[in-house]
């Protein structure tokens, strides 16, 4: 079910020209990120930033 639902949102993303574009900073996803992870909606830095929060508040 996850998986589709990546599927969705990715082609929701594709459809408005968001692509690409983190969906935090607003900046673009690295190309070499987009093609290990074509569903990522978060660069690098956001995503980074966003685990080590969830971790945090996790302990």
Same mark, same amino acid.
């Given at each position: 079910? =996850? &998986? $589709?639902? @990546? =599927?969705?949102? +990715? %082609?929701?993303? *594709?459809?408005? !020209?968001? %692509? !690409?574009?983190?969906?935090?900073? !607003?900046?673009?996803? @690295?190309? &070499?990120? $987009? $093609?290990?992870?074509? #569903? #990522? %909606?978060?660069? =690098?830095?956001?995503?980074? *930033?966003?685990?080590? +929060? %969830?971790? &945090?508040?996790? @302990?």
């Amino acid at each position: 079910m =996850v &998986a $589709l639902k @990546q =599927v969705n949102t +990715t %082609y929701q993303r *594709l459809n408005t !020209g968001h %692509y !690409g574009e983190c969906s935090d900073c !607003g900046e673009e996803i @690295q190309w &070499a990120r $987009l $093609l290990k992870q074509p #569903a #990522a %909606y978060r660069c =690098v830095t956001c995503q980074s *930033l966003r685990e080590k +929060t %969830y971790d &945090a508040n996790s @302990q």
